[in-house]
């Protein structure tokens, strides 16, 4: 018997399982949101994926996150450092971001962030659909226990995928929450309400585009979760 392949091993490497990290701000999990603070933007399921210096797994977290960057780079166009490029020039184009970017309404680095990194996810179609969430059993979570497993502060293994586009008149980094496990365990984040990213951060995607060009997320190959 062929040994088991990890994510990344079966994947273009634009899609890491990411281990141990936090989620915050998690409510649009549940019903999709707008992400205009003025309630103008379009619908979308979104959540904030933490890289928490202090864990276990930052390093490795981290080392697969500038890999699946340099993928993606790589496949749109033969850019594998575009994702540093925009970091620091254009932080809002790249869906992966430091923990000081991340501020309160006094301009105050939000007190989990700091340190760190952070990724502005969306679900699969930019947002469209919501990622598929599953508990500490691995079984898929029903609608009403969402955000009873999904809250600010919680831990959670997460799989994404990062990919490149030039939707909105520049160069950008962005990806798709695919799968969210949820370990139902951490102490909540005092998050308070609010949006945490703009409209802009996401590509308008046809009703049936799809970025890895095989149809919606369905997580059914991603047993290890």
Known sequence: MAPKQSIEERSD????????????????????????????GKL???VNVILDPASPNFEENKKKCVAALEAAGEQFKKKPGL???????????C???????????????????????WIGGAG?????????????????IGYDQILDVCYGGVFADVVISFYGTDK????????????????????????????????????DLDDDEDFLGSGS???GDLEEL
């Open 44 to 46: 979308k399921h979104t």
């Open 217 to 219: 997320s369905s997580g």
């Open 168 to 203: 909105g008149g520049s160069d950008g980094i962005f990806n798709s929450i695919e799968v969210i496990r949820s370990y139902e365990r951490g102490e909540r984040f005092a998050e308070g309400g609010g949006v945490h990213v703009d409209d802009d951060d996401f590509d």
């Open 95 to 117: 869906s992966f971001r430091k923990g000081d970017r991340m501020k309160n309404g006094e301009g105050v680095v939000r007190e989990h962030y700091k340190g760190g990194y």
């Open 124 to 140: 699969p179609k930019a947002g469209e659909n919501r990622p598929v969430i599953k508990g500490r059993d691995k079984r898929i």
């Open 83 to 93: 994702f540093r490029q925009l970091m620091e020039d254009e932080w809002k184009r």
């Open 13 to 40: 490497g634009r899609t890491v399982q990411l281990k141990g990290v936090r989620l915050s701000y998690c409510d649009s999990l549940k019903d999709k949101k707008p992400t205009t603070k003025d309630g103008s």
